[in-house]
């Protein structure tokens, strides 16, 4: 087994520029338990429900279009667009390619979808590091997105939700925020999945926790952690994946970071758990509001089951780009409280 | 090859981006594209991708809605003037009907339009939306 497991391209690399986009809707988790529990609370507040003319390729485009007007660059400029999700519109037919065209980034460029539950947006941004770090272009973004749908009645309807974020990398010296080193840590865990022509997902109810979650981002965080020398007390910010709140609280804990570290990027409450959106939504909120200098750790978790993780240093040029585009907490303060029937009717879930 | 298939496709950068033509000749901005300048007459070819940004014109709300479109009523349709000249028709979207009002600043997104049944494909194009809550709320 080689010692070394971190991830650094050759050419320094960072995000450029960076984006978000929450529908308005919003179903609290005491409307769920009115409906299914008898009563009482969920362990959210609420979560953000797409409308009926939103899907993960729109909520793609709309953080697709924040992040460039961020990076301030032509939209043509990038080579390659990868979107992660767990729910594209269509089973064949790329995202990226509607994604590429709304942008006017076609058609010089890569395009496809990336798949591996709540971490497919986290992939797509290693590959993305991967194409820019190498030189084979200047500019590739990574999208994660869904519009993640729980089973009536099961516990993931408290939390399944809609969103997503979109990263440009580019090449360090127009970062907002370089690259200090990345890993990824995979393995065939199956604690959570969808067949072929199914509707929703299945999961591992209490497996989900420990072999699954806890192990993966626990041991990617901690390892990219060693291997670059770095503790909890030199960053600013961590983000960890969010199904709730309680699985990223107790991970970061446990790997000793404290809660002031977390609440900036910790929106599960708010918004819900947008799978392959969550983690990056929590990078993006963080962005935000960073200041030169931050030290930020990124630790994805997706279903199947593997985490990436990444280490960020925000750069000066984090400012002048805050404002280019609608901020996290103004699309999270953007709401509209739905009661569980509206929710049914919007997310398609009546036989007609 | 099914000819709506073909026909969305063609409209494909005038729907997803707004994509319209500038008149080389008088300046006049043209959407959708149409190749002659509908001011001046002369030919128009130069791509123009308009800001989305521009204001309610004049709405009315659909109860009755055509085919393809009866899953979203009741909806709003307005007339937009963009701010480059143009006036488009096109959905409003995020704000109930009742709070829609002239002159309100409104702005362009891509979402769905509609889909050719179960099995074909999904249509995506403008809509507009209220522009007031990010500007606002960054200010306040």
Known sequence: MSSQHLMQPERAVGIIGYGSYIPMYRLSSTEVARVWSGGGRGPIKEKAVAGLDEDTVTIAMEAARNAVARAEIQADALRAIWVGSESPPYAVKPASTLVAEALGA????????????????????????????????????????????????????????????????????????????????????????????????????????????FHHTQSAASRLMEELGMDPDDFEFAIFHQPNVKFPSRAARRLGFTAE????????????????????????????????????????????????????????????????????????????????????RYRGKLKT | MDPKVVNDWRLRGQRYRLEGELCDHCGEAIFPPRDICPKCHEPAKTPQTLSGRGEVYTF??????????????????????????????????????????????????TRRLRTHGEEGTIVYGYKFRPASFWHASTQA
């Open chain 1, 106 to 213: 076609t058609p010089y460029l890569l395009a496809a979808d990336f798949e591996f539950a709540c971490k497919a947006g986290s992939e797509a941004l290693q590959a993305a590091l991967g194409l820019v770090g190498s030189r084979m272009g200047d500019y590739a973004m990574a999208i994660g997105a869904d519009t993640a749908q729980g089973r009536p009645g099961d516990d993931l309807e408290y939390t399944a939700s809609s969103g997503g974020s979109a990263f440009v990398v580019g090449p360090a010296d127009l970062a907002v925020a370089t690259l200090l080193g990345s890993l990824s840590y995979a393995t065939d865990t199956p604690d959570f999945w969808r067949r072929a022509y199914q509707h929703y997902p299945r999961h591992g109810g209490r497996f989900t926790g420990e072999p699954a979650y």
């Open chain 1, 261 to 344: 570290q977390i609440d900036t990027g910790l929106l599960s409450n708010l918004i819900g758990n947008t799978y392959a959106g969550a983690s990056l939504t929590g990078l993006s909120a963080v962005l935000d509001v960073a200041k030169p200098g931050d030290r930020i750790l990124l630790v994805s978790f997706g279903s199947g089951a593997g985490s990436d993780a990444f280490v960020w240093e925000v750069t000066e040029r984090i400012t002048s780009r805050q404002d280019k585009a609608p901020r996290v907490t103004d699309y999270i303060r953007r709401r509209t409280e739905i009661d569980y029937a509206l929710y049914v």
């Open chain 2, 60 to 109: 009315s709300t659909i109860y009755s809605a055509p085919e393809g479109f009866e899953a979203y009523t009741p909806y709003t349709v307005a007339l937009v003037k963009l701010e480059e000249g143009p006036i488009v028709t096109a959905q409003l979207t995020d704000v109930p009907p009742a709070e829609v009002q002239i002159g309100m600043p409104v702005e362009m997104v």
